[in-house]
């Protein structure tokens, strides 16, 4: 893919104002044509989702929501729609080799393609929105530092034997404060633990880690949790970039903190059903 289409709002107040703008419903009504147009050129039946990011709970209907789901084209111009709106879920929508959508700001939407669908759609135009074109490529995923442990068999077996202590485990599906579950895991339910975890996740587990509250957490990211931590899924709150005091997080009731930091020491990507690690992770520390 060599061709990016970018598609904006006309309209500065909207382009200011999002979805709060007037018009935003005629930009909306025009951008959901114009991706059906663009996912009808390249024969796009389903388009894969990736590098999801997820910064406020989602809501009941994106249940299940992961990397690596494939969607069908009403649902992933929706996805762009909320994109574009300021909503999210924020990710990227592929069909590989031949489209790519994903948001950029101000309402904005980038489309990647090939240059031979880029000559069959050149004649797009509309009144609300402004269309440009460039020789640009999707941007290629670099990672400093990839995790490329596999979180099959033997390690959930590593995990069980751990779990005789105190062991917690976060999988991250998605980026983002939102973008995670915990679980504390015991030899009795690792196993189950482990079919729940989204196929593409990051899987980081720490052993009888340190959570007593403590100031110098503060300034880093940290996970708070409420006690005790009774086996499955945990409650948390995430404090990306830290907080200021810790009477921020005890007053919400959380009376445990594990900083970020130690999820690195021990961690896996969970495969695809078919065995296939797709999921393409930073070591934790350095997300």
Known sequence: MSKELILSPRSKRVREELADA???SAYAAE????????????????????????????????RGLRNGAEVRPPQAISFAEGMAAGH??????????????ESGWDGAVHVYTTTAVAVELAGLHGEGMTFRWRDAAPEPVELSDPVEAI?????????????????????????????CRWFRVTPENTADVARLLRPRSLVSVATEPELRPREELLEADFTAFMAPL????????????????????????????????????WCAVV?????????QWDSPGEL
Not at 88 to 101: M, N
């Open 88 to 101: 999210g879920p924020y990710c990227q929508l592929t069909a590989p080799g031949r489209l790519q959508i």
């Open 271 to 279: 495969p695809d059903a078919d065995g296939v690690v797709r999921g």
């Open 31 to 62: 951008l959901r044509q114009v991706l059906g147009a663009v996912i009808e050129k390249c024969g796009a039946d389903l388009l894969e989702v990736n590098g999801l990011l997820v910064s406020q709970p989602l809501p009941e209907k994106y």
């Open 151 to 179: 979180a099959d068999e033997r390690f959930w077996t590593r995990v069980a034997e751990a779990s005789e202590r105190l062991t917690v485990v976060c999988e991250r599906w998605a980026y983002g404060a939102h973008g």
């Open 22 to 24: 007037a018009a935003w």
């Open 230 to 265: 009774l086996p499955g899924e945990l409650a948390y709150r995430a404090y990306p970039g830290g907080t200021d005091t810790l009477s921020e997080v005890t007053d919400e009731g959380f009376s445990l903190m594990l900083a970020d930091a130690v999820l690195g020491a």
